[in-house]
């Protein structure tokens, strides 16, 4: 009989392992893995994005550019597929440099004040720093 408890307990420790739990409430955008199949430890299973806090991050802020910029400065960001232009603000500056084309840039993140009816991640935007 404790040999059955054992086994049943081993066997609910390892149901208990094939939980995935998500650190935030969002939307499945990517599955990269198929009911029965084998992963290795540290492969990306699961994208999951928040649709309701989507952010713009943007990779060609020029050197040239960048002080005329500052966290927390309203910008204005066109929405290209829904021909609709939004406010927001520069949450973030990279203090590290990429390169881009051969020009030194600077990846930036800004958050939307509101999102438009229709919008979705990875849209094309264009962004006026104010």
């Given at each position: 009989l404790q040999?059955?408890?054992?086994?049943?307990?081993a066997?609910?420790?390892k149901l208990e392992n094939t939980h995935l739990l998500a650190p935030f409430a969002g939307t499945i955008t990517t599955l990269?893995?198929?009911?029965?199949?084998?992963?290795v430890p540290g492969q990306a299973l699961i994208?999951?994005?928040?649709?309701?806090?989507?952010q713009v991050v943007t990779t060609d802020l020029s050197e040239r550019d960048i002080s005329n910029v500052s966290v927390g400065q309203n910008v204005s960001v066109f929405v290209e597929?829904?021909?609709v232009e939004i406010t927001g603000q520069v949450l973030s500056i990279?203090?590290?440099a990429d390169t881009l084309g051969g020009d030194v840039?600077?990846?930036?993140?800004?958050?939307?004040?509101?999102?438009?009816?229709?919008?979705?991640?990875?849209?094309s935007?264009?962004?006026?720093?104010?």
């Amino acid at each position: 009989l404790q040999q059955a408890r054992d086994s049943l307990k081993a066997a609910q420790a390892k149901l208990e392992n094939t939980h995935l739990l998500a650190p935030f409430a969002g939307t499945i955008t990517t599955l990269n893995i198929v009911a029965g199949e084998y992963v290795v430890p540290g492969q990306a299973l699961i994208a999951i994005s928040d649709v309701t806090n989507l952010q713009v991050v943007t990779t060609d802020l020029s050197e040239r550019d960048i002080s005329n910029v500052s966290v927390g400065q309203n910008v204005s960001v066109f929405v290209e597929a829904l021909n609709v232009e939004i406010t927001g603000q520069v949450l973030s500056i990279s203090a590290v440099a990429d390169t881009l084309g051969g020009d030194v840039v600077y990846k930036t993140t800004i958050t939307l004040n509101e999102l438009p009816e229709g919008i979705r991640a990875g849209m094309s935007v264009t962004v006026q720093y104010q």
